[in-house]
């Protein structure tokens, strides 16, 4: 398989047997971002996303477990995590919103929750 930019760069990479393309666009829901033509006959294994979402579940979902868990990898208390372990700790944290000025939590309270900021920026203070 040959891939070329579509806005015309010329670099192209060659694909062969056990390699895959296409997952980018797969993920995200973007427009493709290369062509890809065959250079030989080829035989390909296509999978539809709403196949990939019934076998894997919703994209998003993926992506962002993704995206957390790296995060994850980057927080000192939590580095020493096998792959596994910090894949299970993703899927026990839960999402919570705080509108500007909400207080988080608050000096002196229980010690009982662990927060990761995903977006945006908080204040500490004593």
């Known amino acids: 398989f040959e891939f070329r930019e579509i806005d015309g760069v010329t670099d192209v ?3 062969g047997p056990g390699e895959y393309f296409g997952e980018k666009a797969l993920l995200t829901g973007d427009t ?3 062509t890809v033509v065959a250079q030989t006959s080829c035989k390909t294994f296509v999978l539809l996303r709403q196949d990939f979402e019934d076998t894997v579940g919703p994209l998003k979902e993926l992506v962002q477990m993704s995206e957390d868990k790296k995060m994850l990898h980057q927080i000192e208390i939590l580095r020493n995590l096998s792959d596994v372990e910090r894949l299970n700790a993703v899927r026990r944290f839960r ?4 509108k500007k000025g909400r207080v988080i939590i608050r000096e002196g309270a229980a010690g009982d929750t662990f927060f990761v900021i995903r977006e945006g920026v908080v204040g500490v203070s004593k």
């Open 32 to 34: 493709r971002a290369a």
């Open 95 to 98: 999402p919570v919103k705080f």
């Open 13 to 15: 990479v060659t694909k």
